[in-house]
Every structure is written in structure tokens, then in C-alpha cells.
């Protein structure tokens, strides 16, 4: 059974710039949810999707934002970076029996 | 809602030691408990989880963890480490509500295993 696969891994962004992350989940998994990871403000929950409904959601500003698709893929966006918006961003596929992260995307912006 | 504390930043132990991680949650009618690691540059790999039945998990390298309800704690605990069990490990609880559920992490607790 294939994992939650993230891509890209890797991303360089300049201040005021915009980017889109994409994850799919575990087939089956309908539930998508994301994180934002700082060393400063370690694990922090972005939002939860499921059947392309954002139903959960984090404190984040505006600037960030996501939606899941029918085949549950998500993606989540971030407009006009900031040098904070530095981070790991993780996103996991959930069912009842609990949640598979993926390896992440390290976002640096410059 | 729920919160996580993780009561050591830092655990530094021999190799063949024990070790014990701490983490108390927030008190709730029914929680879900997980511990994840963490390897730098990875993402996070469930380690295991509470969701009911047995007090005690046990995961496949043998870390274990014990559900308490009265201290609302679920410290994780090894009888013997390897220098390959070095990493970060984070406990967490699965908030679960009206409108959705999340996982609330601790901080995370960075094991260092000396040879």
C-alpha cells in the first residue's frame, strides 16, 4: 500500500512570492489534514479537508490557504511569503485507525 | 481544547540504558493518543497509539507506552536503546470535534544515545 507522497521536497521562494504544495494520500483515506513545522513553533495545524470540504482550520492568516480534490489529493497555497513562512510542511492522511504523515516539504523563503 | 505537554526538551542516555520520555495531555472524556519520531529530515513515523482497549502499547521495536487515565499521562518507555533510536519523538492527541479532527503535538523531546 503506497504511502502519503509530498512533492516537491525541496523549494526556494523569494519574499512576496507564491507557492503550491501537493499531497496525496492513502487510497482510501478521505481525510486530508496539514502542518506547519518551526523551531519555534514546532507542530501546528493548518487545516483539515474531507470530501473537498474544509472542515477544520487552523490559526493561520488568509494568506494561506488549501482544498482537496475528488480523488483526494490536496494542495495547499501560500501567497505573498514571508521569510517566516520558512518551514517544513506536513501533510497526513487519515482514517479511523489514525493518521500517515509524508516525508514533508522543506519550504525556504529567501 | 486539548494540549500536550512534553516534560523534557532533551534526553540524553547510554546506550543499553532505559529511558522514559514523559508527555501528560489535557484531561478529556475519550482521547486518542499517538507517539511519532522523527529522523532530521524526515517526516514523522508513527511509533504507536492509544485509541482504546489495552492500557499498554507495544510497538514493533520495543518501545512501549502506557495509557493512564488519572494522571493523564502516556509516557513512552524503552528497556534498552540503541544508538539508532537518536531522534526527536512527539506526543500527540487527536483533538476530535464538531468540526473536524486535528493531532495537538507536544513540543517533542530529542533523544541522544551515547555509545
Known amino acids: 500500500k503506497a504511502g502519503v507522497t509530498q512533492t516537491p521536497r525541496y523549494l526556494i521562494k523569494t519574499r512576496g512570492q507564491q507557492v503550491t504544495l501537493s499531497c496525496s494520500p492513502i487510497?482510501?483515506?478521505?481525510?486530508v489534514s496539514w502542518y506547519q513545522q518551526t523551531p519555534g513553533q514546532g507542530l501546528q495545524f493548518l487545516f483539515e479537508?474531507?470530501?473537498?470540504?474544509?472542515?477544520n482550520k487552523g490559526n493561520f492568516p488568509g494568506r494561506f490557504s488549501g482544498r482537496q480534490f475528488s480523488n483526494s489529493r490536496s494542495e495547499m497555497n501560500v501567497s505573498t511569503l514571508e521569510l517566516g513562512d520558512s518551514a517544513l510542511y506536513l501533510c497526513?492522511?487519515?482514517?479511523?485507525?489514525?493518521?500517515?504523515f509524508g516525508s514533508g516539504t522543506r519550504l525556504t523563503v529567501v | 481544547a486539548q494540549s500536550v505537554t512534553q516534560l523534557d526538551s532533551q534526553v540524553p542516555v547510554f546506550e543499553e540504558a532505559p529511558v522514559e520520555l514523559r508527555c501528560n495531555y489535557s484531561?478529556?472524556?475519550?482521547?486518542?493518543l499517538f507517539w511519532y519520531v522523527q529522523y532530521p529530515n524526515q517526516g514523522l513515523q508513527l511509533l504507536l497509539k492509544?485509541?482504546?482497549?489495552?492500557?499498554l502499547v507495544e510497538s514493533i521495536n520495543g518501545f512501549e507506552a502506557e495509557f493512564n487515565k488519572s494522571q493523564t499521562s502516556f509516557h513512552l518507555r524503552k528497556p534498552s536503546v540503541h544508538i539508532s533510536d537518536t531522534a526527536e519523538y512527539f506526543c500527540?492527541?487527536?483533538?476530535?470535534?464538531?468540526?473536524?479532527?486535528?493531532?495537538?503535538f507536544g513540543a517533542g523531546t530529542i533523544l541522544r544515545v551515547k555509545s
Open positions: 497526513a492522511s487519515s482514517s479511523i485507525y489514525g493518521y500517515t
Open positions: 487510497s482510501g483515506h478521505r481525510s
Open positions: 479537508y474531507f470530501s473537498e470540504t474544509q472542515r
Open positions: 484531561s478529556s472524556v475519550s482521547v486518542y
Open positions: 492509544y485509541l482504546s482497549g489495552s492500557t
Open positions: 500527540a492527541v487527536s483533538d476530535q470535534g464538531e468540526y473536524g479532527n486535528k493531532l495537538v
